[in-house]
């Protein structure tokens, strides 16, 4: 596991040492600058929230890669949460549903509840946490299994299937929500990894579908797809949401701007400013959001 | 003068001709600073220059020493005087062999004709005459060749893609050779096992059940018939490697997940090497491990409850042999475990997979071409493991299924078949040669088997 973990790319976060030592500097150099004009500015805070997160740090062992972040996800939003490379939204978003477990030398303090319960309680089992918040990652990473084994895979293990039929139901509404039921109905038993990238893409959107979550995490989903297949991806989200509570990490402005609600953007492990996004992409409060959002760095 | 010396000065006029070349290929371009007018780099033409130095002379060397020999032999034997030329082909087998041995300075076994002494001394002088020729002629050749491509270096000429013409056809030959000694080697078995199915019948040799190789020294000897039945002594090896691959798959598979996804890095550091050396334990150890310490064990132990145990048993030996292969299972599927790629890991841990689930369903399917390669491996160690069998399971053909009692396997019996004096013409001998060749077809079938279940059941990924 250990061997696993250090060659593993997290999102951004890339942690081959060589990229967590310069990052380890950055931060230590805008310390010198001074925290005190990185605050949060906008309405971080909603009422009736989904997910709520409070003075969340994160430390890759001796890096400190989030820094005190508080912030809300609502209910159906789809809240996207953008920043330069390296910037801690990918970190962020992995704390959500405790995938950092899997990083030994990660380790986060702050809170972070979903409804009332706070996930990093001692108490809290992982594994049904993760069946409650899916998650959806960069690169398509469907399983080396048929297509409809793909997407049977979640439901059996959680027992949400008592019959071969109710699996076959759930197979084909999961595929059907994730709009690939019509390209896939007649070749179910063909490879998963055979289909092109976006198709991969909305098999693993449907896979976590499948296990019924109430919150889906998308990390960076359309990184890896063509235009054609990215605008796929972004109707299927603007659909899912009636449904479910989505945050998506993107790179793509544009992308944000047209799937979301609201934005957070993160800026070397501090979150800049949250607003809703034809706010924040319209009048930036925060210096360092109006020169990411006009280009001047990212 | 030794042929091998001209080797020596071969190997130096090379590096003298890749020097030579080399610095013709600046001059030619106008210095260093004109080399970029050249077609390749400057070390490419020295290399050319030295290649060909080489590989000319190298070629008339090589066809010296593969025939000078009988060139040799044929001109002496003709300075004979008549009387001896038109011998029959036995007899004049025994000159060539006579001269042979006077040559090179052995006492030969008889008195020997003056005349043969003569020929002998002609075949020396010849001899001598001819590696000073071949010296001569192989290192003027080099210099010519040398000479030849010096010469003729150009900015244009290309020089690197002929080096890498002849640098692959180098490649070519060396893969020819390791195929060709496979081919060589099954028709060596092939033909002759055909002799030993001239005297005994392929049906007789695949499906009797009697084995007892021997042959009647006179006709009328008792027992004069020997039984040539291989099926007691490919059922042992079939029951002896089965027992060694039911010890060593679970436990191999089992570590190599406890290693490559419980363990932590520092158990991982010092137990993987450990198990590592139990494939450099040589076999003979494990042997006599298994004769002197499971056999008797097993003996004892079955004892006690009212068994009937042979102090050579298939178990003791299966079961030695099973931990001798235990690495190869291990090792393997460790590897394969850990080049599954993390993102199938991180996609089954986010659907809310444990960890369990995780390896029995995403990451064990994913590797079973990897680990079934491991297996296979393992099985034909254990299928042609001779030494553990030889000291912990006996040499008596029983025809049973009962691990506990003394059986034979195909490599003992190929063993004990071509120890100490035999004559080559009888199937006694012989036999072991059929015996090779069924043991290679068996492994071969098992190896087409593995690569169809691979190729059906494997699941990729990118």
């Known amino acids: 596991m250990e061997s696993m973990s250090a060659t593993l790319d997290i999102g951004d976060v890339s942690f081959l040492g060589a990229n967590s030592m310069a990052q380890e500097k950055i931060v230590l150099t805008d310390e010198k600058v001074g925290r005190e004009n990185r605050t949060t500015v906008g309405n971080q805070f909603i009422d009736d929230a989904r997910m709520t997160c409070r003075d969340v740090n994160v430390y890759y062992g001796d890096n400190h890669a989030i820094h005190d972040v508080s912030i809300d996800v609502g209910r159906n939003e789809v809240l996207a949460m953008i920043g330069p490379s390296g910037c801690g939204k990918s970190t962020f978003l992995r704390c959500l549903n405790r995938m950092n477990d899997t990083v030994d030398s990660c380790r986060v303090s702050g809170d972070i509840l979903l409804d009332e319960l706070n996930i990093y309680d001692k108490s809290v089992d992982v594994v049904p946490l993760r069946a409650q918040v899916g998650m959806v990652f960069q690169k398509p990473n469907p399983f080396p299994k048929s297509i409809y084994d793909n997407v049977a895979y979640g439901p059996k293990i959680h027992g949400l299937a008592s019959s071969r039929a109710e699996l076959d139901a759930v197979v084909e509404s999961s595929l059907k929500k994730a709009g690939l039921w019509e390209e896939v109905s007649d070749r179910l038993d063909q490879p998963g990894t055979g289909l092109s990238g976006g198709q991969q893409q909305r098999l693993c959107i449907a896979r976590a579908i499948a296990v019924r979550p109430e919150v889906i995490l998308m990390d960076e989903p359309c990184s890896a797809l063509d235009p054609i297949a990215t605008a796929t991806v972004e109707n299927l989200i603007a659909e899912l949401q009636e449904q479910y509570t989505i945050v998506i990490v993107t790179h793509n402005m544009q992308q944000a701007a047209r799937v979301s609600q609201r934005t957070a953007y993160f800026h070397l492990g501090d979150l800049i400013e949250v607003g809703s996004t034809d706010r924040v992409f319209t009048n930036p409060r925060h210096k360092l959001t109006e020169d990411y959002i006009t280009g001047r760095f990212g | ?462």
């Open chain 2, 1 to 462: 003068m030794s042929a091998s010396f001209f080797l020596v000065i071969l190997l130096g006029l090379a590096s003298l001709a890749y020097m030579q070349g080399k610095r013709r290929a600046f001059s030619v371009a106008g210095g260093v600073t004109g080399s970029a007018s050249l077609h390749s780099r400057p070390g490419y033409y020295g290399m050319l220059t030295a290649v060909w130095c080489v590989l000319p002379a190298l070629l008339i060397f090589g066809f010296w020493m593969a025939f000078s020999d009988s060139i040799l032999t044929g001109l002496a034997l003709k300075t004979l005087p008549a009387s001896m030329q038109g011998l029959s082909a036995d007899q004049s087998n025994l000159l060539v062999n006579d001269l042979r041995n006077l040559v090179a300075g052995h006492v030969a076994a008889r008195d020997i004709d003056p005349v043969l002494q003569q020929a002998a001394l002609q075949y020396q002088g010849m001899e001598r005459i001819g590696r000073i020729a071949l010296g001569v002629v192989m290192l003027s050749m080099a210099l010519f060749s040398a000479s030849f491509v010096y010469i003729r270096i150009r900015p244009e000429m290309r020089a690197r893609n002929h080096v890498e013409r002849i640098v692959q056809g180098g490649l070519v030959l060396c893969s020819t050779i390791a195929i060709l000694t496979t081919i060589g080697i099954v028709l060596s078995v092939l033909f002759e096992s055909i002799r030993f199915f001239q005297h005994i019948s392929v049906t007789d040799f695949l499906f009797g059940l009697k084995w007892s190789p021997q042959m009647a020294m006179r006709a009328d000897q008792a027992g004069s018939s020997g039984s040539f039945g291989a099926v007691p002594v490919l059922a042992g090896t079939f029951m002896i490697s089965g027992i060694a691959l039911t010890v060593a798959v679970p436990i191999g598979l089992m570590s190599a997940i406890y290693l490559s996804e419980y363990a932590s890095s520092q158990v991982r550091a010092w137990a993987k090497p450990i198990m590592e050396i139990l494939a450099g334990v040589p076999t003979v150890v494990y042997g006599f491990f298994a004769a002197l310490v499971v056999a008797p064990f097993i003996r004892n132990g079955g004892g006690m409850f009212g068994l009937n145990v042979s102090s050579e048993s298939a178990l003791a030996a299966g079961l030695v042999m099973g931990i001798m292969i235990i690495p190869f299972v291990s090792s393997l599927s460790d590897d394969v475990i850990n080049a599954v790629p993390q993102a199938m890991r991180d996609g089954s841990y986010g659907l809310g997979a444990t960890k369990s689930e995780t390896i029995t369903n995403v990451i064990i399917p994913a590797a079973l071409p990897g680990i079934v390669g491991g297996v296979l491996l393992a099985a034909s160690r254990a299928i042609g493991e001779t030494m553990i069998v030889v000291m912990a399971a006996g040499l008596s053909a029983n025809l049973t299924a009962n691990p506990l009692q003394a059986v034979t396997t195909v490599t003992v019996q190929i063993v004990t078949l071509l120890v100490g004096d035999q004559e080559f013409d009888s199937p006694k001998t012989l036999v072991a040669f059929a015996l090779g060749l069924l043991l290679f077809i068996v492994t071969l079938f098992l190896n087409v088997v593995a690569l169809y279940i691979v190729r059906k059941y494997r699941e990729e990924y990118e």
